[in-house]
């Protein structure tokens, strides 16, 4: 028997059977040399450790004289190099030292009293699966050497890993002392499982119970499911993982009630719940960098988290994803720096995940689209990677996988890692918060419409996108990014052509090139393919180099030098940057368009007729053709008197400067030319008609208006 009570401790250097394996599927390990009896180890524990999926534990559901067949089913297959070991159980503890181990009656076989620590030696290989574990000595509890295996209960299933179930109690009736009381050195997975250890000396530091500090020990890999612990302070290392667990720390009168204390860096912490304290006040070093995820704390002092950070070179920084306090963030941490070289306390990043998916109108995933997270300041938001000194290194965008989705580099396919803010310590209680958002939250890929919207994530959140067709692209990516002779540049907001392109040609180039850097301006948008919108603040010198197939409205369009354009222009602003005659006598304008005279000399310019602008100058002279305003009305207008007066040009004690008139019109209408924009008051006298006089405005095209005249009544 492998179990035995030497010195003082109750001592198990084995498992119940070990071996290596011949054969195995994901349902079973097979050892074709063994001969056990049927059923013998269910609801045992079967641990891989070695070869081929190595590292898996699973309950055994059955067993046959050759086989194992485990209750959840093994990720990785076993194989003919597997080695493995069964674990023992409490019942086999109880027969061989019964002395010290025994059930306790009142409890059906499921509270086993201790009156001696277990110590796991190296190869030693223990589980608990709905039992307690009472001990009732002040000494060691369990003490777990490299090389051992414990396990608590199981995950509640293959889809639910992380979900302890069955696990039972490890307890202690007297008081522990010294931090090496647990000491836990061996692989361990605890599911399920509360481990209670409150009554520690109160008001003696070092009197909490201890599980694995670096001081003493380094641990193989404490794996914690689903746990509640209390009066434990635990050093995490790489390995360790604690998922879904109630943390509860020690009592005593320095304040630091209900706070569990981890030291170094676990290599998964999530959806815990209770104060924290990542530090190690024998060491100096703190949490090394790492990740508390879905963190809640019920801390009841006014601190909801106990941050000791020392060393920012080793260790002195911790990032805190989707925490939920009750206190103000720049109150939650004790920046406790008993450092004695006086090294700077690291920062505090506190964080949310953002899960991102990204498809077509048609649910399929788009691969490589753009997605970006601006800060406040236009810097990057997503965490990418952590420097030597494990702070933040942020960027700017990341590119969708195959699935349409970003997995980042917190967790486990969490998604996008967005640093909300930082904190660095002011005083012991107090620290300065720097706020990265409101963010700006950017998709993009060419051949889809861009997403843009305003986001201030303030907890664990998904962003499902669903990127529209761009309709309004003529040519495929590769060709777009190929044309030469476009330049754009997002500082000055600038796109200068030196080559012979369409408006259409440089709508798809600039669609491109925003769709390859977040950062970067749409610089033309369109919503019907017919408008280019030029963004606000943006210039474009075209010159000669563009031909008009589409309307560019908005922002300014820039004429390096005189001479004659055929722009087709919506509402922007014309820049005349060189002196001379510049002749758009020939241009399409749609809008109103503003005059601006950047040349340092006078400019003329020609518009077309009917051309709706306003003249910033300076020294700039307009012009544009007449046009003709035709008066007519319901009765013909031969001999009748027909007066236009230019309400713009009003000398006082009149109707203003006669445009044009006819004592006795000779024809049914009568017309003028006059500059489109006028005001003007027309007046018509017609024997045995009413007098007639109205006001109107000439429009920007060659018009007819029609008056109706009013036969005279003789009273």
Sequence with gaps: MAITYTGGQIQINSGKDSGTATSGTTTS???????????????????????????????????????????????????SDSTFVILYRLTDVVSAVPTYAAWNAATNSKVCELSAPVRLLSGGALSINRETMLFTTGQHTILTDTGSYFQAGRPASSIFPDVGVEGGIVNSKFDLYGYWH????????????????VRAIPDTFNGYPMINHAAVNVSSGIEMYGVDASGVLLCGQAPDIFVGCVLQGHTCSTGDDSTFSLYGTPSKFQGNVGGIAPRDEITGYAIDGGDIIDHISVASTPFDLFLYLFYLSTGGVCYLWNTKITNAWTA??????????????????????VGLSVA???????????????????????????????????????????????????????GLPILYARYTKVSEYVSTETLYAPFTFKVRKYGYLFQQKAASWNKRSAEDITLLTNNYVAVLEAVASSYTGITANNTSKTIVLSTAHT??????????????????????????????????????????????????????????????????????????????????????????VELVNTSGGAVTVSLP???????????????????????????SLVGAEVRVYDLDNLPIG????????????????????????????????KDGYEELGQVLVTPYASTTFTFQLKLETNL
């Excluded at 013998?40 to 004289?65: H, M």
């Excluded at 602003?573 to 002749?583: K, L, P, R």
């Excluded at 002279?621 to 009305?633: F, K, V």
């Design 182 to 197: 647990i000491g836990w050195k061996g692989k361990m997975r605890i599911y399920g499982t509360r481990i209670d250890f």
């Design 654 to 685: 009149s109707f203003g400067t006669e445009l044009a008139g006819v004592e006795s019109c000779p024809t049914s209408n009568f017309s003028f030319e006059a500059a489109s924009g006028n005001e003007v008051w027309v007046q018509i006298l």
């Design 332 to 353: 939650v941490a004790r920046w406790y720096d008993d450092d004695p070289d006086g090294i700077i306390t690291g920062p505090i990043y506190r964080g949310y995940l």
């Design 29 to 79: 390990l097979v050892c074709s040399g063994k001969a056990w009896p049927t059923d013998a180890f269910k609801e045992s524990v079967v641990w891989i450790t070695g070869g081929t999926g190595v590292g898996q534990s699973r309950q055994i559901a059955s067993n046959t004289t050759t086989t194992l067949v485990p209750l959840i089913a093994f990720t990785t297959a076993p194989a």
């Design 609 to 635: 007729a009917g051309t709706n602008y306003t003249n910033s100058g300076p020294n700039i002279t307009e012009s544009q053709p007449s046009l003709t305003t035709t008066i007519s009305a319901n009765v």
């Design 360 to 414: 077509n109108s048609a649910g399929s995933a788009v691969q490589n689209a753009l997605v970006g997270v601006l800060d406040v300041n236009g810097a990057g938001g997503i965490l990418t990677s952590k420097a030597a000194d494990k702070t933040a290194v942020r960027t700017a965008s990341v590119t969708t996988n195959s699935s349409g989705t970003y997995t980042g580099i917190v967790g486990s396919g969490e």
């Design 503 to 592: 408006v259409q040609q440089m709508y798809d180039y600039l669609q491109w090139w925003s769709a390859s850097d977040v950062t970067r301006d749409e610089a033309l948008s369109t919503s019907n393919g017919l408008i280019m919108e030029l963004a606000s603040g943006w210039k474009l010198t075209a010159d000669s180099y563009l031909t008009w197939d589409k309307t560019v409205s908005g922002g300014t369009v820039k004429f390096s030098a005189a001479g004659t354009y055929t722009p087709n222009l919506g509402s922007s602003v014309i820049e005349f940057a060189g002196t001379g005659t510049y002749s758009l006598s020939g241009a399409t304008i749609s809008g109103t």
